[in-house]
Each structure stands twice: as C-alpha cells, then as structure tokens.
C-alpha cells in the first residue's frame, strides 16, 4: 500500500512564494513516476508538473519558469517549490505517483495515476 502526505499549503499574496512536500511510503516502484496536480473549484484536475526516479522533469506551460519540481529519493519526498506566484495558482494541490510504465509528464491524465495525497490548500491573493 502506497500512502502520500502533502505538506507546505497556506495562503500567500501574488508574487510570493510556497514549497510543497510529499512524503511517500510504500515500494519504490509504484513512485517511478511522481507528480503534481492541482484543482481549482469547478475546474478540471490539471497536471501542474512531473518527475521520473531518474529526474526527468515536465511543466505545465503555465508554471515553466516559476516552479520547480525535485526529489529525495533516499527520502521518499517529492516537492514542489513555487515563486512569483499568482491568484490563479490558487488551487487544491495533490501529489499523485504512478509505477514503470506511467506516461510521466504534466500533460498526462489524472486518471493514469494510481496513488493520490490527500491535498493541500494554496491561495494566492492579489
């Protein structure tokens, strides 16, 4: 069994700045590939960015340039850190992993991946 626990959420004003963790635990193969995700009320779940065990990494075109996506892998930790951050950044953010074979990039379906966090909350105020 595979749990993520999201951390780093909070409220932040427009140009500032937030690090997201996701601790992991349950085998290393079901994190080949990690992500993160973010919901909006009334909108889709949308990919925001992606990382590989091996540290390829994708973005959202809406982030690239203002996040950052890495892992510890000797500590089972994905993050996500967030600059210039924006109003529309305001979302429920989800750490999500997937196994070998996971389609691993931002623009992959929610529904390719197989382990979900419970959420943190990000609002950006202007």
């Known amino acids: 069994q595979v749990q993520l626990v999201e951390s780093g959420g909070g409220s932040v004003q427009a140009g500032g700045s937030l690090r997201l963790s996701c601790t992991a635990s349950?085998?290393?193969?079901?994190?080949?590939?990690m992500a993160w995700f973010r919901q909006a009320p009334g909108e889709q779940r949308e990919g925001v960015a992606t990382i590989t065990s091996d540290g390829f990494k994708t973005y959202a075109d809406s982030v690239t340039g203002r996040f950052t996506i890495s892992r510890d892998n000797a500590k089972s930790t994905l993050y996500l850190q967030m600059n210039s951050l924006k109003p529309e950044d305001t979302a429920m953010y989800y750490c999500?992993?997937?196994?070998?074979?996971?389609?691993?990039?931002?623009?992959?379906?929610?529904?390719?991946?197989?382990?979900w966090g419970q959420g943190t909350q990000v609002m950006v105020s202007s």
């Open positions: 999500a992993s997937g196994p070998f074979g996971t389609y691993c990039a931002s623009s992959t379906s929610h529904v390719a991946f197989a382990y």
């Open positions: 349950g085998p290393t193969y079901t994190t080949a590939c």
